[in-house]
T-cell receptor, first 112, second 116 residues
Framework: KNQVEQSPQSLIILEGKNCTLQ??????????LRWYKQDTGRGPVSLTI?????NTKSNGRYTATLDADTKQSSLHITASQLSDSASYIC???????????FGPGTRLSVLP | DSGVTQTPKHLITATGQRVTLRCSPR?????VYWYQQSLDQGLQFLIQ???????AKGNILERFSAQQFPDLHSELNLSSLELGDSALYFC???????????????FGSGTRLTVV
């Protein structure tokens, strides 16, 4: 069964600190992996997308890594800001054109 | 503004009632997807339409139905509402399913449904 797991479930950090969110998946065959940011009550917004051949992708202070062999991905946030408080969702596409499999998300709270 | 428009933003209704949620996809997008997100839960795929035809079904209840019209907007109909149907309902659109790998979805801001 195609599944996406994320850890931790929630995380609280102080403004300016770095953090790393984890995503493990069992989706096969694998096409691509995305990280989305979802502010409370808003629709998810894509941060990064990586295919199986890519190891790292950056978008400003967000850096995603992918290990297709171990089926793990991480999202590293550098120098966190209060506006980073949101849920971060890992989404895996099982095949070209097929519907995505969503992880449950990690809720990040950045405190002043 | 993502370009995907959902209305209404908020909806409060009583159990047993029927409601219709509306979604206008981003200009040029042919495919529409509906998702349900209950409180503190992940996004659950409900149904997908492509150019007016149903393409895929997820965990959609029989009390729920959807359609996509010739102008590509879509409506999600929820009937015989129960308290547990209270959730955020998101619509997303893409150019076509074949480009998901490159372009992915664009999400709307959602409709918050409260059943009392």
């Amino acid at each position: 069964k195609n599944q996406v797991e994320q850890s931790p479930q929630s995380l609280i950090i102080l403004e300016g600190k770095n953090c790393t969110l984890q995503c493990n998946y069992t989706v096969s065959p694998f096409s691509n992996l995305r990280w989305y940011k979802q502010d409370t009550g808003r629709g998810p917004v894509s941060l990064t997308i990586m295919t199986f051949s890519e190891n790292t992708k950056s978008n400003g202070r967000y850096t995603a890594t992918l290990d297709a062999d171990t089926k793990q991905s991480s999202l590293h946030i550098t120098a966190s800001q209060l506006s980073d408080s949101a849920s971060y969702i890992c989404v895996v596409s099982p095949n070209y054109g097929q519907n995505f499999v969503f992880g449950p998300g990690t809720r990040l709270s950045v405190l002043p | 503004d993502s370009g995907v428009t959902q209305t209404p933003k908020h909806l409060i209704t009583a159990t047993g009632q029927r409601v219709t949620l509306r979604c206008s996809p981003r200009s040029g997008d042919l495919s529409v997807y509906w998702y349900q997100q209950s409180l503190d839960q992940g996004l659950q795929f409900l149904i997908q339409y492509y150019n007016g035809e149903e393409r895929a079904k997820g965990n959609i209840l029989e009390r729920f139905s959807a359609q996509q019209f010739p102008d590509l907007h879509s409506e999600l109909n929820l009937s015989s509402l129960e308290l547990g149907d209270s959730a955020l309902y998101f619509c997303a659109s893409s150019v076509d399913p074949g480009t998901l790998a490159n372009y992915g979805y664009t999400f709307g801001s959602g409709t918050r449904l409260t059943v009392v």
